[in-house]
Nanobody, 125 residues
Framework: QLHLVESGGGLVQPGGSLTLSCAAS????????IAWFRQAPGKEREGVSC????????NYVNSVKGRFTISRDNAKNTMYLQMNNLKPEDTAVYYC??????????????????WGQGTQVTVSS
């Protein structure tokens, strides 16, 4: 049974940083494409960043390019999202997701069958 658990969310001031973690169980992260999504109140869930199965390809939504970095530590079976220079519009619940069928990462949430429970990120002064 694939299982994902996010952590690391919280309240941060604009310009601050947070690192989200996504701990995986039931599978090894180096064999799966994994993605981060977020959903703000009243908005649709959007893809933020993803990393391919091989780890050789990463992708970011334009609004976070240059500020967010996705990575994974296969020894710890954990994926990370380093978020710098946070803005109020980054406020959302952040989710990690994966699916064994994927080798490349995509931002279509319908492609992912396995999701974490989410972690709240609030950017406010």
């Amino acid at each position: 049974q694939l299982h994902l658990v996010e952590s690391g969310g919280g309240l941060v001031q604009p310009g601050g940083s947070l690192t989200l973690s996504c701990a995986a169980s039931g599978f090894t992260t180096d064999n799966y494409a994994i993605a981060w999504f977020r959903q703000a109140p009243g908005k649709e869930r959007e893809g933020v960043s993803c990393i391919s199965r091989s780890g050789g390809s990463t992708n970011y939504v334009n609004s976070v390019k240059g500020r967010f970095t996705i990575s994974r530590d296969n020894a710890k079976n954990t994926m990370y999202l380093q978020m710098n220079n946070l803005k109020p519009e980054d406020t959302a619940v952040y989710y990690c997701a994966t699916d064994p069928r994927l080798s490349l990462c995509v931002f279509d949430n319908r492609a992912y069958r396995y999701w974490g429970q989410g972690t709240q990120v609030t950017v406010s002064s």
